[in-house]
Nanobody
Framework: QVQLVESGGGSVQPGGSLTLSCVVS????????MAWYRQAPGKQRESLAT???????NYADSVKGRFTISRNNAKNTMYLQMNSLKPEDTAVYYC????????????WGQGTQVTVSS
């Protein structure tokens, strides 16, 4: 089963930036679609962005224009560049691999905490 490890979270002030990383066990090249999610306290896990093997991306309206998803197949790593962070972006961020129908099939990692506060 695909194992994923997220890192790069932290505490930033509103308007700040962070870059998250997701390292995948095995070859990321064999995975067509990868995705970033987040879960805020008391809320359901939210899909933020997806990227295909050839770099086609899609974003949730809540992060469009502020977040950028990318992947480096040679390094088995996916990234999420987050700019113009807002307090409502505070959450635990997760990554996963998706089936062709959009269902996550990797093992959920511990996630990485992002806190945006002044």
């Amino acid at each position: 089963q695909v194992q994923l490890v997220e890192s790069g979270g932290g505490s930033v002030q509103p308007g700040g930036s962070l870059t998250l990383s997701c390292v995948v066990s095995g070859s990321i090249f064999s995975i067509d679609v990868m995705a970033w999610y987040r879960q805020a306290p008391g809320k359901q896990r939210e899909s933020l962005a997806t990227i295909t093997r050839i770099g086609i991306t899609n974003y949730a309206d809540s992060v469009k224009g502020r977040f950028t998803i990318s992947r480096n197949n040679a390094k088995n790593t996916m990234y999420l560049q987050m700019n113009s962070l807002k307090p409502e972006d505070t959450a635990v961020y997760y990554c996963n691999s998706l089936t062709p129908t959009g269902t996550p099939f990797g093992s959920w990692g511990q996630g990485t905490q992002v806190t945006v506060s002044s």
